[in-house]
């Protein structure tokens, strides 16, 4: 069965204090890796997609990477308003389109 | 672009009622996923139109029903609610056979059941 393990659950860090998010996953097939953002009361925001291991890629002060079993959200120097919570997801090879699979998520909150 | 739209955005309703949700696409997207979120869990896939057919669906009993209209909205309905029905239903558009990364997630609807 497919499945997605993030860790830790809740993350507390000071601002300019780097950190990484840890995303594991079990899946038969992985067409690709997601990583969203998700404000409170609000919808996921997405972040990145990666597809094949050694992949990375980057957006302001966040660093995706992806191996054989597991993804690292880097988060460089955070501010305040990186708080969020991140959720981790795969879409699988035979199931349907765009149909994600998610991790509990972390959240993530960064004091000024 | 106003992107993914729901309605409304909060509900409540007591055991046994039914609910209809609502969603519209974003332009130029003609696939709807519903997803349910509870309170501090990851989305749970529900189920996906196209073609104003339900295409799969995940693991969730009868009582989530849905429905696709000509124009690309979407409604979840849901049954005989349960307490355990309180959650974040979110919708999710897309263009059919585009990647995952083409999809965007509306605001969700906070349900309650009380």
């Known amino acids: 069965e497919d499945q997605v393990t993030q860790s830790p659950e809740a993350l507390r860090l000071q601002e300019g204090e780097s950190s990484s998010l840890n995303c594991s996953y079990t899946v038969s097939g992985l067409r690709g890796l997601f990583w969203y953002r998700q404000d409170p009361g609000k919808g996921p925001e997405f972040l990145f997609t990666?597809?094949?291991a050694g992949e990375e890629k980057e957006k302001e002060r966040l660093k995706a990477t992806l191996t054989k079993k597991e993804s690292f959200l880097h988060i460089t120097a955070p501010k305040p308003e990186d708080s969020a919570t991140y959720l981790c997801a795969v879409h699988a090879y035979g199931g349907a389109t765009n149909k994600l699979i998610f991790g509990t998520g972390t959240l993530l909150a960064v004091q000024p | 672009d106003a992107g993914v739209t729901q309605s409304p955005t909060h509900l409540i309703k007591t055991r046994g009622q039914q609910v209809t949700l609502r969603c519209s696409p974003k332009s130029g997207h003609d696939t709807v996923s519903w997803y349910q979120q509870a309170l501090g869990q990851g989305p749970q896939f529900i189920f996906q139109?196209?073609?104003?057919?339900e295409r799969q669906r995940g693991n969730f009993p009868d009582r989530f029903s849905g429905h696709q209209f000509p124009n690309y909205s979407s409604e979840l309905n849901v049954n005989a609610l349960l307490l355990g029905d309180s959650a974040l239903y979110l919708c999710a558009s897309s263009p059919w056979g585009q990647g995952a990364d083409t999809q965007y997630f509306g605001p969700g609807t906070r349900l309650t059941v009380l």
């Open positions: 990666l597809y094949s």
């Open positions: 139109y196209y073609e104003e057919e």
